[in-house]
C-alpha cells in the first residue's frame, strides 16, 4: 500500500487529538477530584456511586430521625422528673396535715393552696410540647392531654369494672393512648411516647381528693401510701424511658458505622488516586510532546516552505 503524505498528516492529527483528549480528561479528574464526571464516561461507576449516595442520604434521614427520638425522650424524662418532685412536695403535705394536733385550720388552707398550685404544675406537665407536639397525648399530638378549657383529661380505656373485675372485653385504647413510633433503620421503629395520661389523671383526682376531705377523719395514711405508689410508677416509666434511651444510643453508633462503611465504599468507587492520576497526566505529556517532534520530522515539507 502507498503511504502519501496526505495519510501521514491525517494519521499524526488523529493522534495528536487523542493524546489531547486524553491530557484533558486526567486535568478535568485533577481539577474534580473524581474519576468520571458525566455518565458517559464509566456508567458503572455512575450507578454504583448513585447507589452509594442513596445510602449515605438514607443514613442521614435516619441520624435525624434518632436526633427527634432523643428529644421526644429527654423531654419526657425531664417532665416526669417534674411530677416526682410534684409528688414529693404532695407527700410532705400530706404528712403534716395527717398531724391533726399541730394543725390549724388556717394551717389546713394554706395546705389546699399549695396542693391546687402542684396540681396547676402537674397539669402543665401534662401538657409537655416538643416543637408543636403534646408529648403526652399519644397519636393526638395537636391536642393537650389536659384540656383547659374543658377543664378535664380526656377519656381513657379501662380493662377493669367499677369494682375491679376485669372487664371483657376490655375497651380499645383512645388515641391519647396510642404510641407514636418513629423510624430509625431499615424496618426498625424506636416507641418515643409515654403513656401516662391515666398516672397524670390519678394524681389529679388523688390531690383533689386529699384537698376537698382534709379533715381530722381523711385517711391521710392511705392517701400518702397512694403518693407513694404514683411515685413508683414514675419511676417505672423512666426506667422505661432510659431503656429506650440506650437503645436509641446503639442505633446511632450502628448508623454512624453504616455511614462510615457507605463513604468509604462510594470515596474508593469515584475518588481519584492522585499520585496515579499525576504520573499517568506527566507520561501523557512527555508521549504528546515525542508525537509533537517525531511529527515533525516525518513530515515532508511543502512548496510555500521553499518559497520563504
Given at each position: ?13 488523529r493522534?495528536?487529538s ?30 454504583k ?5 442513596m ?32 409528688l ?5 403535705l ?18 389546699k ?26 397519636t393526638m ?10 377543664n378535664?383529661?380526656?377519656e ?57 376531705n ?23 416509666a ?44 506527566i ?8 508525537a ?17
Amino acid at each position: 500500500m502507498r503511504v502519501t503524505q496526505s495519510m501521514l498528516s491525517n494519521n499524526m492529527l488523529r493522534n495528536l487529538s487523542s493524546s489531547y483528549n486524553k491530557m484533558g480528561k486526567l486535568q478535568e479528574q485533577l481539577n474534580t477530584g473524581k474519576k468520571v464526571t458525566r455518565p458517559s464516561d464509566d456508567p458503572v461507576v455512575v450507578m454504583k456511586s448513585l447507589g452509594y449516595g442513596m445510602q449515605v442520604d438514607k443514613v442521614a434521614t435516619y441520624q435525624k430521625n434518632l436526633g427527634e427520638v432523643n428529644n421526644w425522650l429527654d423531654s419526657s424524662d425531664d417532665a416526669l422528673d417534674g411530677v416526682g418532685q410534684v409528688l414529693h412536695r404532695a407527700k410532705e403535705l400530706a404528712t403534716n396535715a395527717a398531724n391533726t394536733g399541730a394543725m390549724t385550720p388556717e394551717d389546713r388552707e394554706k395546705i389546699k393552696i399549695e396542693l391546687d398550685q402542684l396540681r396547676s404544675q402537674l397539669q402543665d406537665l401534662a401538657n409537655t410540647k416538643v416543637g408543636d407536639k403534646y408529648i403526652f397525648s399519644g397519636t393526638m399530638t395537636d391536642k393537650p392531654l389536659y384540656n383547659k378549657e374543658g377543664n378535664g383529661y380526656p377519656e381513657l380505656s379501662t380493662d377493669t369494672n367499677d369494682d375491679g373485675s376485669p372487664l371483657v372485653p376490655p375497651n380499645p385504647k383512645t388515641g391519647f393512648e396510642n404510641n407514636v413510633e418513629i423510624e430509625v433503620f431499615d424496618g426498625v421503629s424506636l416507641r418515643v411516647n409515654t403513656d401516662a395520661g391515666k398516672m397524670f389523671k390519678d394524681i389529679d383526682d388523688l390531690f383533689n381528693k386529699i384537698k376537698e376531705n382534709m379533715n381530722d377523719d381523711f385517711d391521710f395514711g392511705g392517701a400518702i401510701k397512694s403518693i407513694e405508689g404514683h411515685l413508683d410508677s414514675v419511676l417505672t416509666a423512666r426506667a422505661d424511658i432510659g431503656a429506650r434511651s440506650n437503645r436509641a444510643e446503639l442505633m446511632d453508633n450502628r448508623l454512624q458505622m453504616q455511614e462510615g462503611a457507605a463513604k468509604k465504599q462510594r470515596s474508593e468507587n469515584e475518588d481519584i488516586d492522585y499520585e496515579v492520576v499525576i504520573t499517568e497526566l506527566i507520561t501523557s505529556e512527555s508521549i504528546h510532546r515525542a508525537a509533537l517532534s517525531v511529527g515533525a520530522r516525518i513530515i515532508q515539507p511543502s512548496l510555500v516552505d521553499f518559497l520563504r
